[in-house]
């Protein structure tokens, strides 16, 4: 088949998928598994070889995210429930004073973030945000910090599942990935903030209250757990498996060898299982045995869905690699003169404006650029990283984020447009230019 057709089936397949997801409203794991099949079936791969081929992308993607990303969210369900997420957050409070307070709160939404889902996060986060909203800065600076800090890690900072995927994805170590998202997406958050503080916040008439905030909003509080743990015992189940990670890619790049042990404690799973393992014992003496089991049950519930979603991603990708994808784009981005990173970063883009999930996005354009990968002459991890930005872009009402920022802060549908939309777009514009500052030195 020739390049110009596998593109049209590419397109169309993409053309499938968003149909099934938007209109048809089916699941988008499903839908990604019909959108493979029909790519398979339609670049004339045999019917049984392309269920082997999306079989094998599903099991390899599996393989290498699924225990990761379940250890993950089962840390954050845990976290949550024994109150620690307050803990942080009141104690980045403490640090700084009432004209900062937002930044502090914006660096406790990235701090959590990192293993706990956002809609989670916000949900806990928020009412302490309308709290200091009386008594500090207004309503949408609170709002709009939490948008920052949260998104920005979810986005950038694995064990969040699309990270995850698109790093096995591009086949780069998630020490990697790690490392260089903590670095991309920490100055990012701050700029950001200040960017959509300086320039739109204190425009006089931006922020209308009576306009963007919903008066008939009745805050919904969060339930108390009468005996929390410490900071440094909330924090450590966050920065323990960051830290062991980040171990193994520190040490193989001072060092080029890395000794058998520090591999060992290293590997995503074994660091993320030594800090699950520290929170589940925390969490039994502070919420008792019952409810630590209860949040597991949760958790292993949440992950489930998203593991299915990125196991079937990952089988799109295999089925694109099959049919000779990356070739063919690598060959148009070099005709064209298309620069690679912007080429990833406008197609994860584009399908996030399309159908509203990042984790889907993330994981769809990583599959698109990933055959092409080695021969772009671009360094993958910041294939990767414009990808997670791209995510960032357009993300507006059929994004499940924009309506839990909107109705948990008490916002109408324009300040969720004012807060969520913006702020996540002005962080995809400022990160992109980050990743472009690296593509010098990377």
């Not at 743990?229 to 966050?238: A, E």
């Not at 042990?261 to 045995?289: E, P």
């Not at 969520?420 to 992109?432: D, F, G, P, Q, R």
């Amino acid at each position: 088949m020739s390049g110009s057709m596998v593109l049209l089936m590419l397109f169309l397949t993409i053309g499938l998928i968003l149909l099934l997801i938007l209109k048809l409203k089916l699941n988008p794991a499903v839908s990604l598994v019909l959108g493979a099949l029909f790519m398979g079936i339609s670049c004339k791969i045999s019917p049984n070889e392309t269920i082997g081929v999306i079989s094998a992308g599903f099991g390899g993607t599996m393989t290498g995210v699924g225990l990761s990303v379940g250890f993950g969210v089962m840390i954050g369900q845990l976290i949550a429930e024994t109150g620690g997420v307050q803990v942080i957050a009141n104690k980045m409070l403490s640090l700084v004073s009432k004209e900062k307070s937002d930044y502090a709160l914006g660096l406790t939404g990235l701090a959590v973030s990192i293993p706990v889902f956002y809609d989670v996060g916000y949900v806990i986060l928020m009412p302490l945000a309308r709290s200091m909203s009386k008594v500090a800065k207004t309503l949408p600076y609170f709002a709009g910090a939490l948008v920052a800090g949260l998104g920005i890690a979810h986005t950038f900072i694995p064990p969040t599942p699309g990270p995850m995927t698109g790093s096995e994805i591009l086949g780069l170590n998630i020490g990697t990935t790690l490392l260089w998202g903590l670095i991309v997406a920490i100055p990012t958050f701050f700029l950001s903030l200040f960017v959509y503080e300086k320039f739109f916040l204190s425009r006089k008439n931006f922020w209308k209250p009576e306009v963007d905030e919903d008066k008939s909003f009745v805050e919904e509080t969060v339930a108390n757990v009468e005996k929390t743990p410490g900071f440094l015992t909330s924090i450590t189940p966050i920065l323990l498996p960051v830290l062991l990670i980040l171990l193994g890619t520190v040490t193989k790049a001072i060092n080029g060898e890395v000794p058998e042990v520090i591999q060992f404690i290293s590997n995503k799973n074994i660091a993320l299982l030594i800090g699950l393992i520290f929170i589940f014992f925390v969490s039994q003496g502070y919420i008792g045995k019952e409810a630590t089991e209860k949040a597991i049950g949760k958790a292993l519930g949440n992950s489930g869905v998203v593991l299915l979603i990125t196991g079937a991603g990952g089988a799109l990708g295999n089925v694109l690699k099959t049919v000779g994808v990356g070739d063919i784009l690598a060959s148009g981005i070099a005709k064209y003169s298309i620069p690679a990173i912007l080429f990833v970063w406008l197609t994860a883009a584009l399908l996030k404006f399309a159908q509203g999930s990042g984790t889907v996005a993330m994981i769809t354009a990583a599959s698109l650029i990933a055959p092409a990968a080695s021969s772009l002459g671009v360094n993958p991890v910041l294939l990767a990283l414009a990808a997670f930005s791209g995510t960032l872009m357009a993300a507006h009402v059929n994004d499940s984020g924009f309506w839990i920022t909107a109705k948990i802060a008490g916002l109408t549908t324009s300040g969720g447009l004012k807060t969520y939309t913006l702020v996540c777009a002005i962080e995809a514009v400022i990160s992109l230019v980050f990743i472009y500052i690296l593509s010098i030195f990377i």
